[in-house]
């Protein structure tokens, strides 16, 4: 680890209100839903997320297909108030519990129905051409809407997932259709509205974001309104079935998009683990350790969950696409259930704090996968994954000085330090 060597500031951690989440965290006893809050929002006892992801109209965590201007016409009818049933209080919740705003941005799965050329919020279909300006400002009207009731957005994605057909709520936009609804419509529109919104591309899986980057940045006039790139990380023949088994993680296409416009941001904004709620499954937790190790080293600076809550069934879906989440819920008996993946993001959100840099670190053996950030306060930390069946013993070289440390096989460790001039210095291991 070397802190005179820094790269890019870290955002911060965050999570996404879903119509499920919010109506299952209804559901929930008092004391069971304290505990949910403050597990994920409070800074001193819980992972401290500060960052938050919204759906704009219906997605396939919501109790079926809805939008806020279901009636054809101009927006007159549109409506917010569905928001207010449970989503927008649980969002409250977590800003109270974080004791400060959280940063939120929103991302449509589909405008509606009567704006796509398929007449269906689902099952693919585009965006009609004469929709597009009216499309445009309906991110200003949702934007405008929750600022009304107390919640500030801070983005918006261009659209969830625009080069998958599914099921469920989607619209598709090729390469080259993104970049002309940015360049012509969306951006000018969140530009001229007053509010500073952010606008993330593509919002999709890594192994076609640098094609999107690449053809969207290559246009002055559409990169000019991008804030940055998002993806998913969906794709590995590990955990997808439908996967290619080739692999479709392709990291490094993260780094290829900073080399490509280096100014511009990276943040991971959906992940989760398909098929059930898998209950248990240490392997997850290994999935998110070196999925946010891998993306951070290659220039991320955000991460964003899935779904903040899920029954212990994983859903309710309305589509029957049921995932796993960091915290489950068993309704029946009013208990809250603490999967791997929530630990797994404590060893990073617990120690590494908004505002901090990552810092030069390497490893020497490939079963040993690390990442290093220096705080603000001086504190250094590196997280340290050993996906090996194999006891190691690791040494990490610091500032002149060898601090040795055994690593569990299938674990995650995250050592914190806090160097000082003379040779004693603390070292803190969790």
């Not at 009731?149 to 598709?172: I, R, Y």
């Not at 915290?327 to 259930?337: F, G, R, S, T």
Request: aromatic share 12%; charged share 25%.
């Amino acid at each position: 680890m070397d802190p005179e060597v820094e790269f890019q500031e870290f955002m911060g951690f965050g999570t996404s209100f879903t119509e499920s989440s919010a109506s299952t965290f209804k559901k929930m006893g008092s004391a069971g839903q304290e505990r949910i809050i403050d597990a994920y929002f409070d800074k001193q006892t819980g992972l401290g997320f500060n960052l938050g992801r919204l759906h704009m109209n219906s997605c396939d965590f919501s109790d079926g297909n809805w939008s806020c201007c279901d009636k054809e016409g101009d927006l007159a009818e549109f409506c917010v108030d569905r928001y207010e049933d449970a989503i927008l209080p649980l969002v409250r919740r977590g800003a109270k519990a974080a004791k400060s705003a959280l940063t939120l941005f929103a991302s449509p799965w589909s405008p509606p129905a009567w704006m796509k050329d398929n007449s269906s919020m689902c099952a693919g279909g585009k965006l009609k051409a004469d929709c597009r300006e009216a499309w445009a400002k309906f991110y200003v009207r949702f934007a405008e809407e929750l600022k009304a009731k107390g919640v500030a957005l801070w983005g918006f994605s261009v659209q969830n997932e625009p080069d998958g057909q599914t099921p469920w709520e989607n619209c598709l936009y090729s390469p080259a259709e993104e970049r002309d609804f940015i360049r012509d419509h969306l951006g000018p529109a969140l530009a001229n509205c007053g509010q500073d919104l952010k606008l993330i591309a593509w919002d999709h899986n890594r192994d076609d974001l640098f094609q999107r980057a690449h053809t969207i940045y290559a246009d002055p006039e559409a990169a000019k309104y991008v804030w940055g790139m998002g993806w998913h990380w969906y794709g590995d023949p590990r955990y997808e079935w439908w996967a290619d088994a080739a692999g479709q993680v392709c990291f490094e296409n993260v780094r290829k998009v900073h080399e490509l416009r280096p100014e511009k941001h990276l943040m991971v904004t959906e992940t989760c683990q398909e098929g059930g709620a898998h209950l248990g499954d240490w392997s997850l937790a290994e999935r998110y350790a070196e999925g946010i190790i891998k993306d951070f080293n290659n220039w991320c600076e955000a991460w964003v969950d899935w779904n903040m809550l899920l029954t212990h069934e994983g859903g309710p879906n309305h589509v029957g696409n049921l995932c796993s989440a960091p915290v489950l819920a068993d309704l029946q008996k009013d208990k809250v259930i603490f999967q791997p993946s929530y630990y797994a993001f404590g060893h990073f959100s617990r120690h590494i704090k908004p505002g901090a840099r990552r810092i030069l670190s390497a490893s020497n053996r490939d079963c040993i996968e690390a990442t290093a950030f220096a705080n603000p306060d001086g504190i250094l930390v590196a997280v340290v994954l050993n996906q090996s069946r194999h006891h190691k013993d690791v040494c990490i070289q610091l500032a002149g000085r060898v601090c040795r440390c055994p690593v569990l096989p299938h674990s995650i460790t995250t050592l914190s330090f806090k160097l000082s001039a003379s040779e004693e210095s603390e070292v803190g291991v969790s």
